[in-house]
């Protein structure tokens, strides 16, 4: 956060302490101040082209108590998948038909009601988190921990013991789960996961094609919602379009840690 002399705010980083508290320290620093650390911040001080003084605060996390982080900063809980769960899924040998559905979500009762089944059966069905989660478990027998929002999953995947973030994008790894940001005209959407089924590749073993499943995504007839027949089923891009859906850019992959 800035603010100069004309009494004017502008945010440059977000940080954890009371506004008030901050405020009123730093607006009492003497115009010779160079540094001031308030807690878990670092107050710089500086002057714009007309001379304005111009009071920077930036929050550093490696300064935050232990008494905040305990209280106010809460970890997803770790999840540790049994030895005896683990499973690798063969990968495919050829491209998956397009519109198919290749995860097992749910049944038809007697009723004629939709039962979801196991790994699907929990979460906020229709949502892009819970359908890579469930067939990220689906297919590698690893229940991966509450990560929160799509685009934090790869800051977060250290939180399992299973799992790995890889961030190269260049090989796109198949049977991984695939993280995408927003882009900045719409950084305040939660981002996207898919799951990447297969991947057609040149002669070299660039990726050309890139066959994967989803739900909640780009052309969903129900959104935040389950929808029979579109969640789950196999959509077929060009790499390119791959990296940067609309609204979206690929950030990286989650693959089970090797053991």
Request: aromatic letters at 12%; glycine letters at 10%; hydrophobic letters at 35%.
């Amino acid at each position: 956060m800035k603010q100069n002399s004309a009494g004017k705010i502008s945010m440059k980083k977000a940080f954890l302490i009371p506004m008030a508290a901050a405020m009123g320290i730093t607006m009492a620093a003497p115009a010779f101040a160079g540094q001031i650390y308030v807690g878990d911040t670092e107050t710089v001080v500086s002057y714009d082209e007309n001379g304005n003084k111009v009071i920077t605060i930036i929050f550093d996390p490696a300064k935050t108590p232990d008494f905040f982080r305990e209280q106010y900063i809460t970890p997803p809980k770790p999840v540790k998948t049994a030895e005896g769960n683990r499973r690798q899924a063969e990968p495919l040998t050829e491209a998956p038909e397009v519109g198919t559905v290749p995860a097992d979500i749910h049944r038809i009762n007697e009723n004629g009601g939709v039962e979801f089944v196991s790994p699907y059966h929990g979460g906020r069905r229709g949502q892009c988190t819970w359908y890579a989660a469930g067939r990220f478990q689906e297919v590698h027998g690893i229940a991966l921990p509450l990560f929160g929002n799509a685009k934090e999953w790869i800051a977060n995947a250290w939180y399992s013991d299973d799992v790995q973030a890889v961030t190269d994008l260049t090989d796109v790894p198949e049977q991984a789960v695939a993280v995408y940001r927003p882009t900045e005209e719409f950084r305040d959407w939660p981002g996207h996961v898919s799951f990447v089924e297969y991947v057609e590749r040149d002669g070299n073993g660039k990726p050309l094609t890139i066959y994967y499943t989803d739900a909640n995504g780009v052309g969903d007839p129900e959104k935040d919602a389950y929808s029979p027949g579109y969640d789950g089923s196999v959509k077929a891009v060009s790499y390119e379009e791959f990296l940067h859906p609309y609204g979206v850019e690929l950030i990286g992959y989650l693959l089970p840690k090797d053991k």
